[in-house]
Antibody, heavy 124, light 107 residues
Framework: QVQLVESGGGVVQPGRSLRLSCAAS????????MHWVRQAPGKGLEWVAV????????YYADSVKGRFTISRDNSKNTLYLQMNSLRAEDTAVYYC?????????????????WGQGTLVTVSS | EIVMTQSPATLSVSPGERATLSCRAS??????LAWYQQKPGQAPRLLIY???TRATGIPARFSGSGSGTEFTLTISSLQSEDFAVYYC?????????FGQGTRLEIK
């Protein structure tokens, strides 16, 4: 069965960096696009970024563009989110989610399977 | 950015009754609309995509309708496990956005 496990969260000071990972199993990781979505404590969902199945296409929310980088290593079945210049408002649970479409990338799609999330706290 | 607005913010319904949740887009998203359910401490679960297609394993009591800017999620006969927060999400362009959520609570 599809399994997504996020890791790398923790407490970090404003202005510092952190890299999140999402280990995937139970499906052919290299054939599916992947998303990052976050949720601030007690708040709603905010889409963060998406990457195509081969890593050649990436899109970002305006709130993280230029600071966050999504990437993937298909040989390790792992998705990443490099977060630089972190701010207090980046504090959230970060989820990775799988695109449902096999080897498709013409149009966006929602996430059909989600991990349980990893908490990032930006605080001095 | 397409702004998604959900109403009401909180909906109180008795078990066994019907619940109707609304989602409005600030511009047309065609049928590129998904609904998610989220329970406390859990990840969101995809319920509906393409505005009206149930995701794998989703019970038939969940149905979605609408296109363009107005969408509805209907739960025909509420079960105890359905009380949760529901989010809509548009994916009509590469700047995906969510609504702020509707909390469905037991009356």
């Amino acid at each position: 069965q599809v399994q997504l496990v996020e890791s790398g969260g923790g407490v970090v000071q404003p202005g510092r960096s952190l890299r999140l990972s999402c280990a995937a199993s139970g499906f052919t990781f290299s054939s599916y696009g992947m998303h990052w979505v976050r949720q601030a404590p007690g708040k709603g969902l905010e889409w963060v970024a998406v990457i195509s199945y081969d890593g050649s296409n990436k899109y970002y929310a305006d709130s993280v563009k230029g600071r966050f980088t999504i990437s993937r290593d298909n040989s390790k079945n792992t998705l990443y989110l490099q977060m630089n210049s972190l701010r207090a408002e980046d504090t959230a649970v970060y989820y990775c989610a799988k695109d449902p479409r096999f080897l498709e990338w013409l149009f966006p799609a929602p996430g059909d399977y989600w991990g349980q999330g990893t908490l990032v706290t930006v605080s001095s | 950015e397409i702004v998604m607005t959900q109403s009401p913010a909180t909906l109180s319904v008795s078990p066994g009754e019907r619940a109707t949740l609304s989602c409005r887009a600030s511009q047309s998203v065609s049928s590129n609309l998904a609904w998610y359910q989220q329970k406390p401490g859990q990840a969101p679960r995809l319920l509906i995509y393409g505005a009206s297609t149930r995701a794998t394993g989703i019970p038939a009591r969940f149905s979605g309708s609408g296109s363009g800017t107005e969408f509805t999620l209907t739960i025909s006969s509420l079960q105890s496990e359905d009380f949760a927060v529901y989010y809509c999400q548009q994916y009509n362009n590469w700047l995906l956005t969510f609504g702020q959520g509707t909390r469905l609570e037991i009356k």
